[in-house]
């Protein structure tokens, strides 16, 4: 379950056509080290890393949201 959503949440990130390709390296060389910490919590504490992993992927929608909202308000509006 905890890889799916590291999955689930490295796609997102690699599909997000607007974040900067620096930022998308950046988040996902972090991801990678966090698969890791993640599995070796998960052989003990299943629970408490299957809640990592949720908050890891709320965040990466949010950073994404929040990415998309900024270009949004960037845009002239146009009267007529």
């Given at each position: 379950m905890t890889d799916e959503r590291i999955e689930k949440t490295k796609s997102a990130i690699e599909s997000a056509g607007n974040i900067p390709a620096d930022r998308k390296a950046e988040l996902l060389d972090l991801l990678s080290k966090l698969k890791p910490a993640i599995a070796k919590v998960s052989q003990t504490h299943h629970e408490d890393a299957r809640s990592i992993?949720?908050?890891?992927?709320?965040?990466?929608?949010?950073?994404?949201?929040?990415?998309?909202?900024?270009?949004?308000?960037?845009?002239?509006?146009?009267?007529?």
């Open positions: 992993a949720r908050l890891v992927e709320a965040s990466a929608k949010l950073m994404i949201r929040a990415q998309t909202k900024r270009e949004l308000n960037s845009f002239p509006l146009r009267r007529s």
